[in-house]
Every structure is written in structure tokens, then in C-alpha cells.
Nanobody
Framework: QVQLVEFGGGLVQAGGSLRLSCAAS????????MAWFRQGPGKEREFVAA???????YYADSVKGRFTISRDNAKNTLYLQMNNLKPEDTAVYYC?????????????????WGQGTQVTVSS
């Protein structure tokens, strides 16, 4: 199994930037697809971005061009660079991992989850 811990959330004004990190520990020698999801107040958890173990990247339309997902395998860390943030980006952001699918936008595709980090964007 792998354990995931997110860092980097906070309060930012609209138009600002934040960088989220997700540190993985445990069984990190396995090839994982990693992803970011978010859950806003009163909303279902939704896909934000994913990066496969062959470094293909995928984004939700709502964040394409503003967010960038990347990974540093040597540090066992996943990142999400968020630029030009909007109030509608306000949510708890979750890091997720899967060792059984190459790519998925569904919550059900991922078996390992972090505890989440709050991102609040003020207008």
C-alpha cells in the first residue's frame, strides 16, 4: 500500500497561485497513476488532473491552461501548480493513486487517498 499526504493549501485572492504537494510513502516502488480531485461545498468529488506512470497528463476542462500536474519520482512527490485561481476553485483538494488502471477520471478508479487540503479563493 501507499500512504498519501497533501500540503500547500491555503487562502489566496482570485488571480493568485498556489502549489499543492502530495508526498507518498510506503510501497512507492510500484507504478502508480496519480491524480488530483477536489470537492467543493455541497458538491461531489470531481476530477481535476491525472498523470500516468508513463507521464501522460490529463486535465478537467475547467482547469486546463491554468493548472499543471507533475511528479518527481525521486522524491515520491506529486504536484499541482494552480495559476489564475478563481473563486469556483475553492474546494478540498485530494491526492489519489492507483496501481490497477492507466488513467481514470472516476473516483472509483483510485484506491489510495490523502486526507485533503483546503484551498480557498477569495473574490
Amino acid at each position: 500500500q501507499v500512504q498519501l499526504v497533501e500540503f500547500g493549501g491555503g487562502l489566496v485572492q482570485a488571480g493568485g497561485s498556489l502549489r499543492l504537494s502530495c508526498a507518498a510513502s510506503g510501497r512507492t516502488d510500484t507504478r502508480y497513476t496519480m491524480a488530483w480531485f477536489r470537492q467543493g461545498p455541497g458538491k461531489e468529488r470531481e476530477f481535476v488532473a491525472a498523470i500516468t506512470w508513463i507521464d501522460s497528463t490529463y486535465y478537467a476542462d475547467s482547469v486546463k491552461g491554468r493548472f499543471t500536474i507533475s511528479r518527481d519520482n525521486a522524491k515520491n512527490t506529486l504536484y499541482l501548480q494552480m495559476n489564475n485561481l478563481k473563486p469556483e476553485d475553492t474546494a478540498v483538494y485530494y491526492c489519489a493513486a492507483s496501481d490497477r488502471i492507466l488513467y481514470s477520471r472516476d473516483v472509483s478508479g483510485y484506491d489510495y487517498w490523502g486526507q485533503g487540503t483546503q484551498v480557498t479563493v477569495s473574490s
